[in-house]
């Protein structure tokens, strides 16, 4: 099955992914993250604008990566920013395309757990999980913590692709089949991707980063969780958060009422998003909406 994959592979045309353009030398993961800023947070503007987002307030970004999108967040008015990411080799990039766009006063890059920040309680007016929520080993401690560490009426705005997008098993590096996942199983998948980047530069750290270890020795992907639409709107609903606004954003506008349906929306649609605000008690009961369809 690893050769059957291989061979179907080469019929598809990779996806850009900032992994390929670092090896190839045109540009660094956080400059990638940067350019890409403003399409982190374009389906928030459906509903809000960059200033309510960010001018004057102190926003918390989950899963800053190499920080180029946190930088990009801080250029528009931020009063400060703090970028908390799990890997601390990516610290030295991140400040230092702060210090290129003179912003280093205004940023800072914290390693940690976002299921245990190192933040006091409610001292954040804003915080961002873009393409965070499939990756964290514990999505309800997640959310529970940025609930703490949100002030009053603070904000989070949280999107992700669903695990059946169809590069929702982010492969895209080395493997460009859409839903690659639903038509081989795991195993194969692991062996497949250990074979194509086996030899690239940083290829060793590539499955370090993707693949463990059970007790038993079996491999998996241990840097996805599999989060499905179904799964995150019984945890969204199960949180404190209040909902201000959600959408499930479709693969392409024809597929609109196709990605609508129950079974269907797993696969066609590209994007989920949220606005969740910190419940304070004069806004009734915060528990009890219902999610599942475009807003």
């Known amino acids: 099955m690893v050769r059957l994959c291989m061979t179907v592979n080469k019929l598809f045309k990779l996806p850009v992914h900032p992994f390929n353009l670092h090896n190839e030398g045109k540009k660094t993961y956080a400059q990638w993250q940067y350019e890409k800023g403003i399409d982190t947070i374009k389906f928030y503007l459906k509903h809000t604008d960059v200033d309510e987002m960010f001018k004057d307030k102190v926003v918390l970004d989950i899963g800053c990566g190499a920080g180029g999108k946190t930088v990009f967040y801080a250029s528009k008015g931020v009063k400060k920013i703090i970028g908390i990411e799990i890997l601390e080799k990516y610290r030295d990039e991140a400040e230092s395309l702060a210090t290129e766009y003179g912003l280093e006063d205004k940023f800072e890059f ?11 309680d409610e001292i954040f007016n804003t915080i961002i999980m873009n393409d965070a929520m499939e990756h964290v080993d514990k999505p309800e401690k997640v959310l529970e913590e940025c609930y703490r560490v949100l002030k009053k ?3 989070l705005y949280l999107n992700f692709p669903p695990y059946n997008h ?16 639903v038509f081989f199983s795991e195993k194969t998948l692991i ?12 290829g060793a ?9 059970k007790e038993d ?6 840097y996805i ?9 019984s945890i969204l609903q199960n949180s404190n958060f209040k909902l ?3 959408s499930e954003e479709p693969l392409r506008n024809f597929l609109k009422y196709p990605a609508k349906m129950p079974v269907l929306k797993e696969f066609l649609v590209k994007m989920v998003v949220c606005v969740l605000r910190k419940w304070t008690s004069g806004d009734g009961e915060p528990a009890g909406t219902v999610l599942g369809g475009p807003a």
């Open 110 to 120: 914290v390693q940690g757990d976002a299921s245990n920040m190192p933040f006091e």
């Open 153 to 155: 009426d603070g904000k």
């Open 166 to 181: 169809p590069y929702g098993a982010h492969l895209s590096d080395a493997i460009g089949i859409p839903w690659v996942h």
């Open 191 to 202: 062996n497949t991707y250990k074979e194509l980047v086996k030899n690239l530069p940083d």
């Open 205 to 213: 750290e590539r499955i370090n980063f993707r693949i463990s270890k």
């Open 217 to 222: 020795g079996t491999e998996y992907f241990s």
């Open 225 to 233: 969780n599999k989060m499905s639409i179904k799964r995150a709107n």
């Open 244 to 246: 201000e606004y959600y």
